[in-house]
């Protein structure tokens, strides 16, 4: 398994923005975001996997979530932009190396501690 660590949490106002960073004990194939709130079970938000682009991203955070890898500091970045209310959440990190980009919390067997993200209106 991997240490994840994620940072970068905060109270923000509606529309504005938030950088989340994990930083991992070592590189893996696949990184991915996810998310819970006290009524939602862990949602995908967004992954990466091995190639440079590839990329996946949840419906309702196209275009305003951009998931990218350091992969010199084995860091895994989330940039949030435009940010609402119902992005209110406890954000983890999450990282496996089983040579497959999933988009399910079962394809991860690391996870970090989580961060929470708090959108006012």
């Known amino acids: 398994q991997v240490h994840l660590e994620e940072s970068g949490g905060g109270l923000v106002q509606v529309g504005g923005s938030l950088r989340l960073s994990c930083t991992a004990s070592?590189?893996?194939?696949?990184n991915g975001w996810f998310r819970r709130t006290p009524q939602k079970a862990r949602d995908f938000v967004a992954a990466?996997?091995?190639?440079?682009?590839?990329?996946y991203y949840a419906d309702f955070v196209k275009g305003r979530f951009t998931i990218s890898r350091d992969n010199v500091t084995n860091t895994i970045y989330l940039q949030m932009n435009n940010l609402k209310p119902e992005d209110t959440a406890v954000y983890y990190c999450?990282?496996?190396?089983?040579?497959?980009?999933?988009?399910?919390?079962?394809?991860?067997?690391?996870w970090g501690q989580g961060t929470q993200v708090t959108v006012s209106s």
């Open positions: 070592k590189r893996t194939f696949s």
């Open positions: 999450a990282a496996d190396d089983r040579g497959i980009t999933g988009l399910g919390a079962y394809f991860y067997d690391s």
């Open positions: 990466a996997g091995w190639s440079v682009g590839s990329t």
